[in-house]
């Protein structure tokens, strides 16, 4: 909070106390410490400041990155960049939210021809890919902070609810929509969409360290696991492996789900 200080300092806070007041701006805070844009030209001034840091990241990095560039290269005062992010972090947090539902509308109509589970899910997973590709190069500057449990920017936080339900829904779809839905135990398919998000996040993980030509390891992970996957996920529904599947699905609910932030941040 530096560069907001340094504001105060020589403004009087005038920064912060103008954004608030400015007309369009007061569409009160989102979670985590972001606001809600109110009208269209509020909404266009929240883009730009995005937009602006997310260019300026991939050019300096994000720890060499600081809002007061932010704001100068966007043509707005740092109390202004403050009232809609009011910590670099949350602009994270807005690519997150941005990039979330990008990827959710560009799998829906990829995976809108065919009702195969194993198909539908790969393409959500390539998908995903395919729409972070932009961003590769400085996704591993944050992934530091990203990984402390601690932080809002691990996408296991309460702040990360948003873009982290965003996903799980799509994985829903991804289920509901498929041939396979209507043959599994209810109970499993309420289940699945949170553990298929896991399954997003190792792809993740495993993309974010993956320096070869468009991160082709990553996509090979993707198309061999997939399949794979799938299959065990077919093979829960034989009386057979009812016990197996009961197990794992306690495990996860007893020792994985409660670790995740079900609630946004008020």
């Known amino acids: 909070m530096d560069d907001l200080a340094a504001t105060n300092r020589t403004d009087g806070g005038k920064g912060a106390a103008d954004a608030s007041a400015a007309p369009g701006t007061d569409g009160g805070p989102m979670p985590g410490g972001r606001a809600q844009p109110k009208t269209d030209k509020s909404e266009a001034t929240r883009a730009l400041i995005l937009e602006t840091a997310m260019r300026l990241f991939q050019e300096r990095g994000y720890e060499k990155t600081t809002m007061r560039a932010i704001a100068t290269e966007a043509g707005v005062s740092v109390g202004n960049a403050y009232y809609y992010f009011s910590a670099k972090e949350f602009l994270i947090q807005g690519f997150y939210d941005r990039m979330t539902h990008d990827h959710a509308a560009d799998a829906r109509r990829r995976m809108a021809h065919t009702r195969d589970f194993s198909e539908r899910l790969q393409i959500a997973l390539t998908s995903w890919l395919d729409t972070a590709a932009p961003y590769h190069e400085f996704a591993a500057q944050f992934f530091r902070t990203a990984a402390d449990p601690t932080s809002s920017l691990s996408p296991f936080s309460n702040e990360s609810h948003p873009a982290r339900a965003t996903a799980v829904e799509l994985f829903r779809d991804v289920l509901q929509g498929s041939d396979l839905a209507p043959k599994l135990d209810a109970e499993l398919v309420e289940l699945l969409p949170d553990v298929l998000w896991l399954n997003l996040m190792v792809v993740?993980?495993?993309?974010?360290?993956?320096?070869?030509?468009?991160?082709?390891?990553?996509r090979e992970f993707v198309r061999r696991s997939t399949p794979m996957a799938a299959r065990l996920i077919n093979l829960s529904r034989y009386r057979v492996f009812r016990p197996i599947v009961r197990d794992a699905k306690g495990l996860i609910q007893d020792f994985i789900l409660p670790t995740i932030g079900k609630t946004a941040v008020k």
Do not use: M, S
């Not at 993740?204 to 990553?218: A, C, I, K, Q």
């Open 204 to 218: 993740v993980l495993y993309w974010v360290f993956d320096r070869t030509e468009d991160t082709e390891r990553t």
